[in-house]
């Protein structure tokens, strides 16, 4: 087909294409190095303006500290002259006036003193020597004068009116105190001067003071009108004062250097401070310098640099000409032939071509390029002659989609199920709109393409092809398949066909029609089902049932020498937990106690959830040694777990029993049971502990025992069967009852009293001792109301079990008792023990420093008995320590036990602590705990526990 000749068009030739943006490169490139060059030179002169203005500065600092040194050896040597010093002490002014004569042509002369002023201590001037000319500010003077003879201590100062005079002001001294002060001046000019001495050519030192309104005219100096300053002196004398005077007011910048041109010469002016002690006028000073020479330098760099880069962008321009000349213009022969071919024309596309052509030896891709186009032209020209027979071909297409266009839309309004035909070869020829809907594909994607290509499972697609070219040879019949089919969004949808030969004689006519039914959600709901009957939904793990058949597969089907090890997990304090923090916190720690388990190695051969805190895990190969290393292992990674939702005061840990296979059972049923009684064993022993099944060690006698006593408690605390007895503590300095310690007995409907020997180690091991500390704090606090109100200072001590520390709600319910009794707190003392202290140190120390607070105080039972029972004593804020009776009761006749609690009560008192001793049963005893130190005794000697107060002083 030809080209429309508005298509045809002038263009911008490729050769200025090329050569324009390299020319820009080229330029920037050396404008870049120009560039580069410049700013090096710049940033030497800057380094070395930068080290003139240091030195200008160090020199001007010089000279200001050598002519304070001078005025300070004068002014130290004219008051210790030996008849100047008495008159100066006494306060002669006739005797200074006439020493005037004697010393001032040397001091003025030699030393360039201008004035030598002498004060009385209050600050008046009573003396001077100077020249007529020069002017005395004695009211400012004064108040330095004084200063100076009330610190004793020499000072410095700079007056800057119609001159500028440097004082230094020293005390006299007379027998050790200040009677009198000598004030020696000299011209700030001479600094100024010596400067100019020192300096370079090209610098020079102005002094500078503010302008001051009514002067007298012989007095004025050179104004600097855009400073509003006054030049006082200048080194550089009349040019000096010029350059100053030439700064307009858009030069300055505070604290900068300022740059003026002066007769055609580049100048800077850098202000420098004066580090003077005290001064009066505001002077400051300014530091000239003479650029202009450094400024020349650089300005021809800079031209030098720019002419040597414009001399190379040329040179690269006319090679970069010459190079590309040639080659554009056998490009730009090629370019005009090519939109011929468009035209058809391609015999003329031939013959220009064959223009271009070259010997061998000079081949390169411009050749190879009309080589490529004369190909072009070649194969363009069979094709035009195809394309008569493309376009019938066309037509015939047509057709045959309008065809099944009209099938279509006949079978889309018969029913909402997924239609599709499919041609003989297992193509898509038409899907309906429930089709597109469900998987999400455009019409457009899936025609052509195979039905079983969108089938999930490739073992389904594969036998869903043979199973259809099956139905295609055979005589009406129909095929049905349940298949996964893939959606667009990578989802799967199970549905069911159904698939029918529809007999169609032309291959390309619709050979099969498919219907399906959707039937995704039916397998959801019943693999839900499925799930909930062998699954725990919370974690995911097996649940109890399913557990146990897998358990019992597993050991059915092991070998001879096979053996294993069956891990049953309970977590101690769930309930608590559950009740405290709630279900989701609760849920959090199961959720992440599965993770742990699942991540175990080696790698469990079966993990379950066995009830509400219960865990089993059963591992393959693992004896005895090494599955209480592993169980061990486990406590340690739970003990590790924190969750956000969990107080910080529950520590995540469990208790195990461990069975063995084939040593403890060979069924499933009963390695379970055996290690429900081995987890009871461990249980018994208190939180966090595991226990390996032994046949013979009376589990299940010990069970039921358990079982008894939590009867017992429960119905205990159900019909308030505890009952407090307190038992009195003495004061062994006074000899009088100072405070008593609750004792709790329980009772049972048939009158039996039973003692906490019986009962307390249940209800610690199964979290029941939480109720009975409550109803202990409960009637102990109503106990020591009704005991305040008789004797005001009498104190009460109750006991605390360890459950209590780890409990966030147990710091609340004391103060609402304390709230409610209206009893005073400091009569209240909690005894705890090393153990409930030390299982979690900062969690108890944080609830005693909470407790404390509201008033209440804490004693340290079984004191001695603990291997670190010293360091807790200095860790945990406890106002007094029990010493553990298996260190009292023999005391009379034990060697060993005096010297341990005489050890023990010195370090109790080293730490400011109060020392009890119980089981005190004689006189003995008591004469020895007196002799030791020991602060109070308690005791069947002193009184037995009685429901009943006694013996109250």
Not at 180 to 203: G, H, K, N, P
Not at 486 to 494: A, I, P, Y
Not at 696 to 725: P, S
Not at 782 to 810: C, H, Y
Request: charged share 20%.
């Amino acid at each position: 087909m030809a080209i429309p000749a508005s298509r045809s068009r002038r263009f911008f030739s490729l050769r200025w294409k090329i050569i324009i943006p390299l020319s820009l490169v080229l330029l920037a490139v050396n404008a870049s190095l120009s560039y580069i060059n410049y700013n090096g030179q710049r940033a030497q002169f800057e380094l070395a303006h930068k080290a003139s203005e240091a030195q200008s500065r160090r020199f001007a600092a010089e000279v200001i500290t050598q002519l304070g040194t001078q005025l300070e050896m004068s002014a130290n040597l004219i008051p210790n002259l030996s008849d100047v010093h008495g008159a100066v002490v006494n306060g002669d002014k006739t005797a200074l006036q006439l020493y005037y004569q004697r010393y001032w042509d040397a001091l003025h002369f030699n030393s360039g003193l201008e004035q030598v002023l002498f004060f009385k201590p209050d600050g008046q001037l009573f003396a001077s020597w100077k020249e007529n000319s020069t002017q005395v500010d004695e009211a400012a003077l004064s108040a330095q004068v004084r200063q100076v003879i009330a610190d004793e201590h020499p000072q410095r100062l700079l007056a800057c009116t119609t001159s500028c005079l440097y004082y230094f002001i020293i005390p006299v001294l007379d027998n050790g105190y200040s009677v009198a002060a000598v004030a020696v001046a000299a011209s700030f000019v001479d600094a100024v001067l010596s400067f100019q001495r020192i300096a370079s050519s090209d610098m020079a030192l102005a002094v500078l003071a503010p302008n001051i309104s009514g002067l007298p005219a012989s007095s004025r100096q050179p104004q600097v009108p855009a400073l509003n300053r006054r030049v006082l002196a200048a080194s550089g004398g009349l040019q000096s004062i010029e350059i100053l005077q030439s700064i307009q007011p858009r030069d300055i910048r505070v604290n900068q250097r300022i740059s003026v041109s002066y007769r055609d010469r580049q100048y800077e002016i850098l202000p420098v401070p004066i580090i003077i002690g005290a001064s009066i006028g505001n002077p400051s000073m300014a530091v000239i310098f003479d650029r202009t020479q450094d400024l020349k330098h650089l300005h021809a760099v800079a031209w030098q640099s720019a002419g040597i880069g414009m001399v190379g962008l040329i040179i690269s321009e006319l090679m970069l000409l010459v190079l590309l000349w040639i080659p554009m213009r056998h490009l730009k022969r090629t370019a005009e032939a090519l939109p011929l071919l468009g035209r058809g024309e391609f015999e003329v596309v031939r013959s220009r071509l064959e223009k271009t052509r070259r010997r061998n030896l000079l081949h390169d891709e411009l050749d190879t390029l009309n080589a490529s186009a004369l190909d072009l032209a070649d194969r363009l020209e069979a094709l035009q002659e195809k394309n008569h027979s493309h376009s019938t071909e066309l037509d015939n297409l047509v057709r045959q989609l309008s065809r099944e266009r009209d099938f279509v839309s006949g079978l889309l309004d018969t029913a909402q199920m997924i239609i599709v035909t499919q041609d003989s070869q297992g193509r898509i020829l038409m899907a309906n709109a429930y089709m597109l809907a469900l998987t999400g594909f455009d019409y457009r994607e899936l025609r052509g393409a195979k039905l079983t290509d969108y089938f999930s499972q490739p073992k389904q697609a594969m036998d869903a092809n043979r199973e259809l070219s099956a139905l295609l040879h055979s005589d009406g019949a129909s095929l049905r398949q349940e298949t996964a089919l893939r959606c667009k969004n990578g989802e799967s949808r199970d549905v069911v066909w159904i698939h029918s030969s529809l007999g169609a004689e032309n291959p390309d006519d619709a050979a099969i029609l498919s219907v399906g039914l959707d039937i995704t959600e039916l397998h959801r709901v019943e693999k839900q089902a499925s799930y909930l009957t062998e699954y725990d939904p919370l974690t995911g793990l097996y649940n109890r049932h399913r557990f146990q058949e897998m358990l019992q597969e597993i050991l059915s089907h092991t070998e001879t020498q096979f053996n294993g090890a069956l891990i049953y997990l309970d977590l101690d304090e769930f309930k608590s937990l559950n009740d405290t923090a709630g279900h989701t916190a609760a849920d959090q720690v199961l959720h992440a106690v599965a993770s742990q388990l699942q991540g175990l190695l080696p790698t469990p051969a079966l993990i379950g959830r066995l009830g509400g805190d219960d865990f089993g895990v059963f591992f393959n190969h693992l004896d005895a040694q090494h599955a209480i290393q592993l169980a061990r292992h486990i406590q340690h990674s739970l003990s590790m777990i924190t969750l956000a939702e969990v107080p910080l005061s529950h520590k995540v840990s469990a208790c195990i029993g461990i069975t063995l296979f084939p040593e403890h059972g060979t069924v499933a049923q009963e390695l379970l049971a055996n290690a429900d009684l081995a987890l009871f064993r461990a249980k018994e022993s208190g939180r966090g502990n595991l226990h390996l099944y032994a046949p013979d060690e009376g589990l299940m006698e010990r069970v039921l025992n358990r079982v008894y006593w939590v009867d017992k408690i429960e119905q205990a605390l159900a019909d308030d069967q505890f009952e407090l007895y307190f038992q009195p503590i003495l004061s062994l300095s006074d000899n009088q009852v100072s405070h008593y310690e609750a004792l709790v007995r329980m009772h049972n409907p048939a009158g039996d009293l039973f003692m906490p020997i019986e009962f307390i180690g249940v209800a610690e091991t199964t979290g029941l001792i939480r109720g009975i500390d409550r109803l202990v704090l409960h009637k102990a606090i109503a106990a020591l109301a009704e005991l305040q109100l008789k004797t005001p200072d009498i104190k009460l001590s109750v006991n605390l079990s360890g459950r209590s520390f780890s409990n966030p709600r147990w710091l609340e319910l004391l103060q609402d008792e304390l709230n409610s009794s209206g009893i005073n707190p400091a009569g209240l003392i909690f005894e705890i023990t090393e153990t409930a202290a030390v299982e979690d140190m900062a969690s108890a120390r944080v609830l005693m420093e909470k407790v404390i607070a509201l008033g209440c105080a804490f004693s340290l039972d079984d004191f001695g008995v603990g291997f670190a029972s010293f360091d807790y004593l200095k860790q945990l804020p406890v106002e007094y320590v029990k010493i553990d009776g298996s260190f009292i009761r023999n005391l009379a006749t034990s060697t060993d036990d005096q010297l341990f609690v005489k050890t023990l009560v010195q370090a109790a008192h080293g730490f400011g602590k109060k020392t009890v001793a119980e089981f005190v049963e004689n006189a003995e005893i008591v004469q020895l705990l007196r002799d030791y130190g020991v602060d109070y005794a308690q005791g069947y000697h002193i009184g037995k526990p009685d429901p009943v107060f006694g013996l109250i002083a």
